[in-house]
């Protein structure tokens, strides 16, 4: 399946110790801590054209400065010199999968064809688009879900996520993670603009600013989103591109 988006003004045996290895400790360290507490959890578009002049509570201050980790991210996305930019891209796409999928899981109850009749993010209406190229404006649970299914058949394809030793990545795969990642960001993006403060609510705002900020490096690092793709999220991206405080993380460990 394919999708689109149109925007209202007119626009991831052998290899399977490689990848942990390739992950470093301490990206593994901070994923499986992000999951974890995610894992204990279990605003909204009315079908009305989303108006560019709301106000985005995910900027506050007291939200963009609460975090899970300390330190900068870009260390957790430079390719290490001993592993194959394929191998990488493969695994760490299939971890913002994972995650991307966990956190939409906890405001999924919220998440419905009521409360969001159209798959919406600031000034933007997405649209999918099936094999045939016949556009649908469908809700947001329909089209969530039309992506998550997208992503799982592609991680899960051994042809083009190859698992075995010596088995080689397809031409394609660079264009196809570029794919996966176009339409993730979508999912992150809806969850900002119209269930963030259900996020808010079960004190999940900062798993969700270290994962968003941690893949816009990622596709920055690597160029695997057009950056006019994520500009209605550019404030946003500003906002998480400074430090968090020292209170920002105690914040977190004290949970």
Known sequence: MVGDHCTLSGENAAKHSQRSARSGLSCKMVLQAVGKVLRKSKTKPNGKKPSAEEKKPYLEPEHTKV??????????VVLPREIDLNEWLASNTTTFFNLINLQYSTISEF??????????????????????GKKTK????????FVMSMVQKLVTDEEIFPTKYGKEFPNSFESLVKKMCRYLFHVLAHIYWAHFSQTVALDLQGHLNTLYAHFTIFVREFNLVDPKET???????????APPSPSAHNHVTER
């Open 67 to 76: 975090r899970v980790i300390d330190f900068h991210l870009k260390e957790l």
């Open 111 to 132: 998440c419905t064809g009521e409360t969001c009749q159209a798959m919406t993010a600031c000034s933007t209406i997405y649209y999918w688009y099936d094999e045939r």
């Open 138 to 145: 469908c809700t947001a649970p329909q089209y969530v879900d």
């Open 231 to 241: 500009a209605i999220m550019d404030d946003l991206s500003e906002a998480l591109s």
